[in-house]
């Protein structure tokens, strides 16, 4: 379970957000370009450090602004789906899905077969060997996922994991997404700027604009826009802000 | 008719411009028979030059990797308070003629200098040693090497360290696994670039470890001091560093078209 309080300020604006995630939960940050959702990933990850507040996964102080505590990326087991993947474009796919496990000197007797099962379980056993650069939109999306899911990470971050792939793609995977990551029991953090990604892939869903929360609920509140709660403020914001800003409602 | 003449006389400066850079080139090779180029080749004091020439420029080149990519990695990740003023100072040698580098290092490194001056006093001399050959060559062919390091990392992705670094790889890791390989091409055309100065060093060079055969004398100190004893030595010699010219264009042709 994910707890974390984030306060970091921003050249536009300062960020200020409380998260709660359980396990097998997926909670969905959306919001426009630059609203402050994939800042939310890389302090949570640890690739940037809050000015203030802490984080605790599964019990353990993984940030405290208080007490002094910043655990290094490398040491918290978070995974992380990059926006565009970030496969590492020298290594095949085999490499890069093992670079987790390598980097946690598992011999390669052992990984070998762990590396396989990823790739059947996702479809990509034939590309194994290929190097990422020759690889469909569809494919690195499923080998980026591979590779954040196979170190067993006690949290997994998504930066607009579907914005790479074409609308068939796009549909195809989403479901696909929803399951693998309900099965994989780890608390997720999904980012999006899409209204539908939101409603299918996610349970809870946070709505941020220049670094706050306006407005946060069930995915399910956002089936149709009518349903979203009786207060009328959040409901006008809401609104409005799908009207006008670049939340995409494909 | 006017255009004609426009044609002719614009022909006219493209033949001319590349005769200028290559003829003198041609004039050398026409000059030897393939019989006294292999006798001077194998004759000993071209020999030591050549041997010389490769190990200084290859202990320069290593030296220049080992101290140069820290610092090309720092100036192309991080802003620092007066990174400009580093990198102008580190680019100054390029521009520098080399009889000011010689003389410089020679104040530095001389029994009297700064440094020299202590050395000496432990017993330790510099100046007219085969290591003042590697030292001017680091010198003068180190900024190279910086600069070309330093576009090679800046044009790697930080997104790639990142994932490494969520992967279980700490900085030192991410550096080797993952920066490197994705500079190569850049870290390698640096490295020829600068071994290719080094081997071709000979003003800083001449200051401050003089032209002793066997010792310091480099091939281009050889070219000079058997000029006039001995001029098909010169000319093998130079011969033998066209050629090496020739193949270090070639690779970083090579690698650039592979890295674009």
Same mark, same amino acid.
């Given at each position: 379970?994910?707890?974390?309080?984030?306060?970091?300020?921003?050249?536009?604006? /300062?960020?200020?957000? &409380?998260?709660?995630?359980?396990?097998?939960? @997926?909670?969905?940050?959306?919001?426009?370009?630059?609203?402050?959702?994939?800042?939310?990933?890389?302090?949570?990850?640890?690739?940037?450090?809050?000015?203030?507040?802490?984080?605790?996964?599964?019990?353990?102080?993984?940030?405290?602004?208080?007490?002094?505590?910043?655990?290094?990326?490398? /040491?918290?087991?978070?995974?992380?789906?990059?926006?565009?993947?970030?496969?590492?474009?020298?290594?095949?796919?085999?490499?890069? !899905?093992?670079?987790?496990?390598?980097?946690?000197? +598992?011999?390669?007797?052992?990984?070998?077969?762990? @590396?396989?099962?990823?790739?059947?379980?996702?479809?990509?056993?034939?590309?194994?060997?290929?190097?990422?650069?020759?690889?469909?939109?569809?494919?690195?999306?499923?080998?980026?996922?591979?590779?954040?899911?196979? !170190?067993?990470?006690?949290?997994?971050?998504?930066?607009?994991?579907?914005?790479?792939? &074409?609308?068939?793609?796009?549909?195809?995977?989403?479901?696909?997404?929803?399951?693998?990551?309900?099965?994989?029991?780890?608390?997720?953090?999904?980012?999006?700027?899409?209204?539908? &990604?939101?409603?299918?892939?996610?349970?809870?869903?946070?709505?941020? /604009?220049?670094?706050? @929360? !306006?407005?946060?609920?069930?995915?399910?509140?956002?089936?149709?826009?009518?349903? !979203?709660?009786?207060?009328?403020?959040?409901?006008? @914001?809401?609104?409005?802000? +799908?009207?006008?800003?670049? +939340?995409?409602?494909? | 008719?006017?255009?004609?003449?426009?044609?002719?006389?614009?022909?006219?400066?493209?033949?001319?411009?590349?005769?200028?850079?290559?003829? #003198?080139?041609?004039?050398?090779?026409?000059?030897?028979?393939?019989?006294?180029?292999?006798?001077?080749?194998?004759? #000993?004091?071209?020999?030591?030059?050549?041997?010389?020439?490769?190990?200084?420029?290859?202990?320069?080149?290593?030296?220049?990797?080992?101290?140069?990519?820290?610092?090309?990695?720092?100036?192309?990740?991080?802003?620092?308070?007066?990174?400009?003023?580093?990198?102008?100072?580190?680019?100054? %040698?390029?521009?520098? %003629?080399?009889?000011?580098?010689?003389?410089?290092?020679?104040?530095?490194?001389?029994?009297?200098?700064?440094?020299?001056?202590?050395?000496?006093?432990?017993? *330790?001399?510099?100046?007219?040693?085969?290591?003042?050959?590697?030292?001017?060559?680091?010198?003068?062919?180190?900024?190279?090497?910086?600069?070309?390091?330093?576009?090679?990392?800046?044009?790697?992705?930080?997104?790639?360290?990142?994932?490494?670094?969520?992967?279980?790889?700490?900085?030192?890791?991410?550096?080797?696994?993952?920066?490197?390989?994705?500079?190569?091409?850049?870290?390698?055309?640096?490295?020829?670039?600068?071994?290719?100065?080094?081997?071709?060093?000979?003003?800083?060079? *001449?200051?401050?470890?003089?032209?002793? %055969?066997?010792?310091?004398?480099?091939?281009?100190?050889?070219?000079?001091?058997?000029?006039?004893?001995?001029?098909?030595?010169?000319?093998?010699?130079?011969?033998?560093?066209?050629?090496?010219?020739?193949?270090?264009?070639?690779?970083?042709?090579?690698?650039?078209?592979?890295?674009?």
């Amino acid at each position: 379970m994910l707890n974390a309080t984030l306060i970091k300020k921003l050249r536009d604006f /300062e960020l200020d957000i &409380d998260l709660s995630v359980n396990d097998g939960e @997926v909670m969905v940050l959306l919001g426009e370009n630059g609203s402050g959702k994939s800042t939310v990933l890389n302090l949570l990850s640890g690739l940037l450090v809050p000015d203030e507040g802490n984080i605790i996964l599964n019990n353990i102080e993984l940030f405290s602004s208080e007490k002094g505590i910043f655990v290094p990326p490398e /040491e918290r087991n978070i995974g992380y789906v990059f926006q565009n993947y970030a496969l590492f474009p020298h290594m095949t796919v085999f490499d890069n !899905i093992s670079f987790g496990l390598r980097m946690r000197r +598992i011999p390669k007797n052992q990984f070998n077969e762990e @590396v396989d099962r990823f790739l059947e379980d996702l479809g990509i056993a034939h590309v194994k060997c290929e190097r990422v650069t020759n690889l469909s939109g569809g494919q690195r999306q499923r080998v980026a996922l591979a590779r954040a899911l196979i !170190i067993r990470p006690h949290l997994l971050l998504l930066d607009e994991p579907l914005t790479a792939l &074409d609308q068939s793609a796009r549909e195809k995977i989403r479901l696909e997404l929803r399951t693998q990551l309900v099965n994989s029991n780890q608390p997720s953090i999904l980012v999006t700027h899409s209204l539908k &990604d939101a409603r299918i892939i996610g349970d809870k869903v946070m709505m941020l /604009e220049k670094g706050k @929360v !306006i407005w946060s609920g069930k995915a399910s509140d956002l089936k149709s826009l009518s349903t !979203i709660p009786d207060d009328s403020a959040v409901n006008f @914001v809401s609104e409005e802000y +799908i009207s006008f800003s670049g +939340i995409a409602i494909d | 008719m006017k255009t004609t003449i426009a044609i002719i006389i614009f022909a006219l400066i493209i033949i001319i411009t590349i005769l200028f850079f290559t003829l #003198p080139l041609f004039s050398l090779l026409l000059r030897i028979s393939p019989e006294d180029f292999i006798a001077a080749i194998l004759d #000993p004091d071209v020999n030591n030059a050549i041997m010389l020439s490769l190990i200084t420029a290859a202990m320069a080149t290593t030296i220049i990797v080992l101290l140069g990519t820290p610092i090309a990695y720092l100036n192309a990740r991080y802003e620092y308070r007066g990174r400009n003023f580093v990198e102008t100072l580190l680019d100054l %040698p390029i521009v520098l %003629p080399p009889s000011v580098a010689g003389l410089a290092l020679l104040v530095l490194f001389g029994r009297r200098g700064l440094i020299g001056g202590f050395l000496n006093d432990i017993g *330790i001399t510099i100046i007219f040693t085969t290591f003042a050959v590697v030292l001017a060559q680091v010198f003068v062919a180190g900024p190279l090497y910086i600069r070309q390091a330093k576009t090679a990392f800046a044009m790697v992705d930080r997104v790639y360290e990142n994932a490494a670094r969520t992967l279980g790889a700490g900085p030192f890791v991410t550096f080797v696994k993952v920066t490197i390989p994705l500079a190569w091409t850049g870290l390698v055309s640096g490295v020829i670039l600068g071994f290719a100065r080094g081997i071709g060093e000979f003003g800083a060079t *001449i200051m401050v470890a003089g032209n002793l %055969p066997g010792k310091t004398q480099t091939m281009p100190l050889a070219i000079y001091g058997m000029m006039q004893s001995d001029l098909t030595a010169s000319i093998a010699l130079s011969i033998v560093l066209i050629a090496m010219s020739c193949i270090i264009l070639i690779i970083i042709r090579i690698l650039s078209g592979r890295s674009s």
